[in-house]
């Protein structure tokens, strides 16, 4: 079976796994509803201010979500011990990661389009006008998120203190990712609004760069 | 033992022949007056810190392909010493910015990505701590250190586009940038030193960690018997 | 010149977080040295 016709039956059990319970999405949603509406007590949230920080503090909220969302990612694996049925049932590893990051991916890109009418809402920010442009830098900044996530939530299953260690090795990896999207987001956001061309062009090579690393090295990832 | 002993005061010569060279050989900077020798301090240490992480991104590749516990000895110890290095580096240059720009951070972009190198690799040596199992912890905390190494380029490249967005003052300057020829000459001498030293620590770490190895089997042997 | 003490500090800081790790590490290689040898004499003297 070929690797697209693998990833795409792990892929349908991811997304069937998640969508039976929904508690992932869910919680996740509510985290970054939390996030967001604390960030505004921090400042002013109505003025101007709003449409400098709001890029910023919109994807630190999805950075900080994601690190805990992709906490079950192969802990559930560990747990129910099934990762190594998993390798047998495909001939190549690299489509379990693929299947994990592309449902990691969707999932996360589905918070933030439900997040982000109420970010505009609260923080009086306009996002209908711009909202194509929106999608692709929530698309290439999810992604990236999600390659790196899906990785070190590998190396952080067999660790201990899993919960926090996730965070500390992915926040400071994803740096590049943070960057370029907030500056992307403020220039959509901008009162004039713009697109960043160049921000773009980092979230592509950050995610070609990750990707490629993945399936260089992504087979020892999985092993037992 | 003397051979070790030889090479450690060897380094130190080094050093204080960089230091003399730094004080009493550097001209003065006609604008920052004696604070600027700093640099004869701090842009070494950040380089050197550089090449041990690309030694420890080397090390780690090796490990995962080959599997010899050596290249794990050779990743941690070279981690453990960039981070000296890079350490050295963020505390001289806020002792550098405060005289000259008035504050200790200025949000400059090598600084601050040099701020994430240190994240990224205190993550690693965190890593390293909880894993228990020394195949498995080698080869989880090879699998990070060579995605933090091919991070590297990319925290550089998009803090440092991030700061052109708004411009704010550069640490020393670009490399190089209006340098004296003298300044550069001692510059690029003070960097030799600094690999010394990197070297040096290098080796009695790996040392450490090498006795660690055959320790373990030691007490498995005296286990079994 | 007044900065001078700023650049003696920031000499004797990095010096010392130098030294420090070199101190460090050859306490602790001393010290498994010791129970290396340790171990393998009571290993030999089992044998």
Redesign the interface.
């Given at each position: 079976m070929s690797l697209l016709s693998n990833t795409g039956t792990l892929l349908g059990k991811e997304l069937r796994t998640e969508f039976r319970s929904r508690e992932l999405l869910m919680t996740t949603v509510i985290f970054i509803l939390v996030v967001i509406i604390l960030f505004s007590f921090t400042f002013d949230p109505t003025s101007s201010d709003a449409r400098r920080f709001g890029a910023g503090l919109l994807w630190l909220a999805f950075l900080f979500a994601a690190s805990l969302m992709l906490q079950p990612c192969f802990l559930r694996e560990q747990t129910n011990d099934t990762l190594s049925a998993l390798r047998l049932s495909v001939s190549d590893p690299f489509a379990i990661l693929l299947a994990k990051l592309a449902a990691n991916t969707l999932f996360l890109l589905v918070t933030e389009l439900l997040m982000l009418p109420v970010f505009a809402v609260l923080y009086n920010v306009p996002v209908f006008a711009v909202f194509g442009q929106l999608l692709l830098v929530f698309f290439l900044g999810s992604l990236g998120v999600s390659i790196a996530g899906t990785a070190l939530s590998a190396i952080s299953a067999q660790a201990r203190m899993r919960e926090l260690l996730l965070p500390l090795l992915l926040l400071p990896l994803l740096t590049p990712v943070l960057v370029a999207s907030t500056q992307v987001t403020a220039g959509l956001l901008d009162v004039e609004p713009f697109v960043q061309w160049k921000g773009v062009g980092f979230l592509v090579v950050f995610d070609l760069v990750f990707l490629t690393a993945l399936w260089l090295f992504g087979e020892y990832l999985l092993e037992e | 033992m003397k051979k070790s002993s030889l090479g450690?005061a060897a380094v130190v010569l080094l050093?204080a022949a960089a230091?003399y060279a730094a004080?009493f050989i550097a001209p003065t900077d006609s604008r920052q007056?004696?604070?600027y020798?700093?640099i004869f301090?701090?842009v070494p240490?950040a380089e050197t810190g550089l090449v041990s992480f690309f030694i420890c991104f080397v090390a780690n590749v090796a490990y995962?392909l080959k599997r010899q516990p050596k290249w794990d000895w050779m990743g941690i110890a070279a981690a453990?010493?960039g981070l000296?290095f890079t350490?050295?580096c963020l505390?001289?240059g806020p002792?550098?910015a405060?005289?000259v720009w008035g504050i200790y951070w200025t949000w400059d972009a090598r600084l601050t990505s040099t701020a994430?190198l240190w994240?990224?690799y205190v993550?690693y040596l965190?890593?390293r701590t909880?894993?228990?199992e020394p195949d498995?912890r080698a080869?989880?905390s090879a699998?990070?250190g060579?995605?933090?190494f091919?991070?590297v380029p990319?925290?550089f490249?998009?803090?440092r586009?991030?700061r052109t967005?708004h411009p704010q003052p550069v640490i020393m300057g670009g490399p190089g940038s209006g340098l004296d020829p003298v300044m550069r000459a001692v510059l690029f001498f003070c960097w030799v030193p600094m690999l010394a030293?990197m070297v040096?620590?290098m080796q009695?770490?790996y040392?450490?960690e090498a006795?660690?190895g055959?320790?373990d089997i030691?007490?498995r042997?005296?286990e079994a018997? | 010149m007044k900065n001078l003490n700023s650049v003696f500090a920031a000499y004797l800081i990095a010096w010392g977080v130098f030294f420090t790790y070199y101190v460090t590490v050859a306490r602790r290689a001393a010290a498994l040295k010791e129970e290396l040898e340790r171990l393998k004499n009571s290993l030999n003297r089992g044998k």
């Amino acid at each position: 079976m070929s690797l697209l016709s693998n990833t795409g039956t792990l892929l349908g059990k991811e997304l069937r796994t998640e969508f039976r319970s929904r508690e992932l999405l869910m919680t996740t949603v509510i985290f970054i509803l939390v996030v967001i509406i604390l960030f505004s007590f921090t400042f002013d949230p109505t003025s101007s201010d709003a449409r400098r920080f709001g890029a910023g503090l919109l994807w630190l909220a999805f950075l900080f979500a994601a690190s805990l969302m992709l906490q079950p990612c192969f802990l559930r694996e560990q747990t129910n011990d099934t990762l190594s049925a998993l390798r047998l049932s495909v001939s190549d590893p690299f489509a379990i990661l693929l299947a994990k990051l592309a449902a990691n991916t969707l999932f996360l890109l589905v918070t933030e389009l439900l997040m982000l009418p109420v970010f505009a809402v609260l923080y009086n920010v306009p996002v209908f006008a711009v909202f194509g442009q929106l999608l692709l830098v929530f698309f290439l900044g999810s992604l990236g998120v999600s390659i790196a996530g899906t990785a070190l939530s590998a190396i952080s299953a067999q660790a201990r203190m899993r919960e926090l260690l996730l965070p500390l090795l992915l926040l400071p990896l994803l740096t590049p990712v943070l960057v370029a999207s907030t500056q992307v987001t403020a220039g959509l956001l901008d009162v004039e609004p713009f697109v960043q061309w160049k921000g773009v062009g980092f979230l592509v090579v950050f995610d070609l760069v990750f990707l490629t690393a993945l399936w260089l090295f992504g087979e020892y990832l999985l092993e037992e | 033992m003397k051979k070790s002993s030889l090479g450690a005061a060897a380094v130190v010569l080094l050093l204080a022949a960089a230091a003399y060279a730094a004080f009493f050989i550097a001209p003065t900077d006609s604008r920052q007056g004696v604070i600027y020798r700093i640099i004869f301090l701090h842009v070494p240490s950040a380089e050197t810190g550089l090449v041990s992480f690309f030694i420890c991104f080397v090390a780690n590749v090796a490990y995962v392909l080959k599997r010899q516990p050596k290249w794990d000895w050779m990743g941690i110890a070279a981690a453990e010493v960039g981070l000296a290095f890079t350490t050295v580096c963020l505390i001289t240059g806020p002792i550098w910015a405060k005289p000259v720009w008035g504050i200790y951070w200025t949000w400059d972009a090598r600084l601050t990505s040099t701020a994430v190198l240190w994240l990224l690799y205190v993550a690693y040596l965190l890593l390293r701590t909880l894993i228990e199992e020394p195949d498995r912890r080698a080869l989880l905390s090879a699998l990070f250190g060579i995605f933090a190494f091919i991070d590297v380029p990319l925290v550089f490249g998009s803090i440092r586009w991030w700061r052109t967005q708004h411009p704010q003052p550069v640490i020393m300057g670009g490399p190089g940038s209006g340098l004296d020829p003298v300044m550069r000459a001692v510059l690029f001498f003070c960097w030799v030193p600094m690999l010394a030293l990197m070297v040096l620590l290098m080796q009695s770490r790996y040392r450490l960690e090498a006795m660690r190895g055959d320790l373990d089997i030691v007490r498995r042997e005296s286990e079994a018997a | 010149m007044k900065n001078l003490n700023s650049v003696f500090a920031a000499y004797l800081i990095a010096w010392g977080v130098f030294f420090t790790y070199y101190v460090t590490v050859a306490r602790r290689a001393a010290a498994l040295k010791e129970e290396l040898e340790r171990l393998k004499n009571s290993l030999n003297r089992g044998k």
